[in-house]
């Protein structure tokens, strides 16, 4: 009688714009190996896939050989899970249509799945996190960008074409600040880091009230937020006018979506509780009444690469398997 033998080990890929990392994970989560290389030293998308592919090789190569591996996983910004590319990525250094997957499959002879941020991290929270048990809820991603991922009875919701859940890009103010996306008044330009930066030149500009925040040289969330906390009255005006627009664009996903929980990832909601508690109050006034004092706020408990790698992994144990080295 012959066994088949299950490969007990992936490899995730986290693509930020920053650097690019790779993993041997196996089917419980745990971390083997790492290694990474700069994003941005490979402007073109051909390099860039050969870097990857001599980088997946190397740490492979090190780590129990291709015999052990099943498939690779892929979080990028921009990317598309449905067709397997980056689509018209705004901040990465590849313009237009990429079929990353493709690619790589041809590179290394191994199945390959692509998804974005908040798609890869909602299946890594519920493998490995907070999610853990869940089958409906929402995922969050708030840093430079908005990210979200809807999970409905237990498997996420990507829509027609795979753009479904980019909340980030409803209109928040009509005719407001210009987006990346192109459009006008996106809630991403007033709850991303960003934004939130924004929003505090612009208080400041409003008011001669003095603030800790005209003594810093380069703002950030991390330090309004403290200065929030720290009863500072133009910082807290700032993160009021942020937890009030987020809130009330939460409010009207869960009244659409009845989540289980609604889970915070990314440096926006990690530099303090001030932006969140005011979150919460505007999300309590404007839920449908059915709905309120229902949901579960939950914040990862991953940093951030963390949180794409164990991600990535899940996707590629989902991917149908398929290899050269059988």
Not at 158 to 174: D, I, M, S, Y
Not at 248 to 262: D, F, Q, R
Not at 280 to 286: K, P, V, W, Y
């Amino acid at each position: 009688m012959t066994y088949e033998i299950i490969k007990p080990r992936v490899i995730g890929v986290d693509i930020s714009l920053e650097r690019t990392t790779t993993a041997v994970v196996d089917v419980r989560g745990n971390v083997h190996a790492t290694d990474s290389f700069l994003t941005g030293d490979n402007p073109n998308i051909g390099d860039f896939a050969s870097r990857l592919s001599e980088n997946i090789m190397n740490l492979v190569e090190k780590n129990g050989g291709f015999e052990s591996i099943r498939s690779i996983g892929i979080c990028c910004p921009s990317a598309n899970f449905l067709t397997g590319c980056i689509e018209n990525a705004s901040n990465m250094p590849w313009k237009g249509v990429v079929p990353l997957a493709a690619m790589m499959r041809d590179r290394m002879g191994l199945a390959v799945a692509l998804g974005n941020n908040a798609h890869v991290r909602a299946l890594g929270e519920q493998a490995y996190g907070v999610a853990h048990g869940m089958k409906d809820f929402i995922l969050i991603t708030l840093s430079s960008g908005f990210g979200s991922c809807i999970v409905s009875n237990g498997q996420p919701h990507l829509g027609c074409n795979g753009f479904a859940g980019e909340v980030g890009h409803t209109c928040a103010v009509p005719g407001g600040r210009l987006c990346g996306c192109g459009n006008k008044g996106c809630l991403e330009m007033y709850c991303s880091s960003k934004g939130i930066v924004m929003t505090a030149k612009e208080v400041m500009n409003e008011s001669h009230e003095p603030s800790k925040m005209r003594e810093v040289e380069e703002l950030s969330v991390e330090i309004i937020s403290s200065l929030c906390d720290q009863g500072d009255t133009l910082a807290r005006e700032v993160m009021h006018r942020a937890g009030y627009m987020l809130g009330v664009g939460l409010a009207n996903y869960a009244s659409m979506i009845n989540p289980e929980a609604i889970i915070f990832t990314g440096d926006v909601v990690h530099a303090g509780d001030c932006l969140l508690d005011l979150t919460i109050e505007a999300f309590n006034s404007h839920v449908f009444h059915n709905v309120e004092d229902k949901v579960k706020f939950l914040i990862s408990q991953f940093d951030e690469s963390e949180a794409n790698l164990l991600g990535a992994s899940v996707l590629a144990w989902n991917v149908k398997e398929y290899s050269l080295f059988k």
